[in-house]
């Protein structure tokens, strides 16, 4: 990684295709946890319900 121009609000780095491929793919992963993580919490502090409830629930998402 090559970093060609930086200032105050922006960095412009030099990437080979390879290493661009792999931190777009590491911050996809990154979004994916960051939303299990935020579902998990929400399914914690919901109310209980019945299967058939559940159902109705994931269905109105």
């Known amino acids: 990684m090559c970093?060609?121009?930086r200032n105050s609000r922006n960095i412009t780095v030099r990437?080979?295709?390879k290493?661009?491929?792999r931190l777009m793919a590491l911050e996809n992963a990154?979004?994916?946890a960051h939303a299990?993580?935020?579902a998990k919490h929400e399914c914690?502090?919901?109310q209980?319900?019945?299967?058939?409830q559940a159902y109705?629930?994931?269905d109105t998402l």
Do not use: C, H, Q
């Not at 209980?48 to 058939?52: I, R």
């Open 36 to 38: 299990v993580v935020k």
């Open 19 to 21: 290493r661009w491929n």
């Open 15 to 17: 990437l080979s295709n």
């Open 3 to 5: 970093i060609i121009e």
């Open 30 to 32: 990154y979004r994916t």
């Open 48 to 52: 209980p319900m019945t299967v058939e």
């Open 44 to 46: 914690e502090s919901a």
């Open 56 to 58: 109705n629930f994931i």
